[in-house]
């Protein structure tokens, strides 16, 4: 049997940047609430920045990326 873990990772710009590790989990369950409890995060930052514009400048997300992936650990 291989050993695994699942990789929560996280895009600030996806015109500009790439895909960085947040965490890794011992469970796929795990690294998507880890995600989610981030993507959350990131809203509340938003909606702080840009929740009362009537104009946004983009929508949320638009311009970031979230995942999870399952990672073999090698020797």
Request: glycine share 6%; proline share 0%.
């Amino acid at each position: 049997m291989k050993d695994k873990v699942w990789e929560f990772r996280y895009n600030s710009c996806i015109y500009e940047s790439a895909m960085a590790t947040i965490s890794l989990h011992k469970t796929q369950k795990g690294a998507e609430l880890a995600m989610e409890f981030h993507k959350e995060e990131k809203r509340k930052e938003y909606d702080f920045m840009y929740g009362k514009r009537k104009h946004k400048i983009m929508e949320f997300g638009e311009m970031e990326a979230w995942g999870v992936a399952e990672r073999e650990i090698l020797e």
